[in-house]
């Protein structure tokens, strides 16, 4: 049974910084992409970053690109998604997702991933 738990949200001011974590289970971690989404109320899901096994090949949307980095453990089967200078506008559930490095040739589709995790809150204050 796949997992993914994501961990790490709250609620912080704008400028602060915050560090999501996202832990996978019951897949071949290696094989597989691992992306950031996040969806803000009343508003569809959106891309945030992505990044392949190799950690050299990272993708990101223009409105995170320069702020949030996003790296992978590939010994802990953990990615991560470091949120610096944070807006109001960055809040956002932020769902953790996987998708087979096969499969996935545009990582900024969530209809590559496979799975996807349960969220986690941001709540970033002006």
């Known amino acids: 049974q796949v997992q993914l738990v994501e961990s790490g949200g709250g609620l912080v001011q704008a400028g602060d910084s915050l560090r999501l974590s996202c832990a996978a289970s019951?897949?071949?971690?290696?094989?597989?992409?691992m992306g950031w989404f996040r969806q803000a109320p009343g508003k569809e899901r959106e891309f945030v970053a992505a990044?392949?096994?190799?950690?050299?090949?990272?993708y990101y949307a223009d409105s995170v690109k320069g702020r949030f980095t996003i790296s992978r453990d590939n010994a802990k089967n953990s990615v991560y998604l470091q949120l610096a200078n944070l807006k109001p506008e960055d809040t956002a559930v932020y769902y953790c997702?996987?998708?087979?490095?096969?499969?996935?040739?545009?990582?900024?589709?969530?209809?590559?991933?496979?799975?996807w995790g349960q969220g986690t809150q941001v709540t970033v204050s002006s």
């Open positions: 997702a996987a998708g087979r490095s096969a499969v996935v040739t545009d990582p900024g589709w969530a209809s590559y991933y496979e799975y």
């Open positions: 990044i392949r096994w190799s950690r050299i090949s990272t």
């Open positions: 019951g897949l071949a971690f290696s094989t597989y992409v």
